[in-house]
């Protein structure tokens, strides 16, 4: 059935034996939303010049991105997964952290994981490439979110216009650990 619209869809299936007795596994249907959600964790905004923008606990300047928990209720980042190569999707663990509904979560991509467990293993390309967020090994590294960028300028950052959007833009004062709508007033 085509879906073209979001729905959520109850699935089961019926089966007629050679006696015409007919079941339906599982008994009670199966809920499932079209189009799939991918989240609910989203790469929000991430830098990958950092020069003099945002300095790590360690007084460093490195490239650094932020999820921002989309869900109604609390995420578990243990099982998940952030990488800059598909074919090596498991380059950083996130650790057993809660991420609170709409909370952000920042994480150094330094190629340092000696300073802690919010320093992964790598770094972003200024020149540009992808970036993954998926889940874990036991859930085959099904992708949550991914983005492909383009060359980026020093101390500019790339986020969703609106936390957990569609759009993206650039950023000249990154809001990194932070939401990207401005809170304060415009002068026009």
Not at 8 to 28: A, H, K, M, N, T
Not at 158 to 181: K, V
């Amino acid at each position: 059935i085509p879906v073209s619209e979001p729905a959520d869809l109850e699935c089961r299936i019926r089966v007629e034996d050679s006696g015409g007795q007919i079941s339906y596994y599982p008994e009670e249907p199966v809920l499932h939303v079209f189009p799939p959600v991918r989240g609910p964790v989203l790469i929000n905004e991430f830098m990958a010049s950092n020069d003099v923008s945002r300095a790590d606990e360690y007084g460093e300047f490195d490239d650094w991105l932020e999820l921002y928990n989309t869900a109604p209720y609390p995420v578990n980042l243990a099982d998940l997964y952030l990488s800059d190569n598909s074919s090596r999707p498991g380059k950083y663990r996130f650790p057993g952290t809660m991420l609170e509904p709409g909370a952000f979560f920042l994480v150094w991509l330094d190629d340092a994981p000696e300073q802690g467990e919010r320093h992964a293993s790598f770094k972003l390309s200024r020149e540009g490439e992808e970036v993954l967020l998926t889940r874990g090994p036991s859930a085959g590294f099904s992708i949550m979110d991914s983005l492909v960028y383009g060359e980026q300028e020093t101390d500019i950052s790339m986020g969703r216009t609106e936390d957990g959007g569609a759009g993206w833009s650039l950023f000249a004062q990154p809001t990194p650990a932070y939401s990207n709508l401005r809170t304060g007033l415009d002068p026009y």
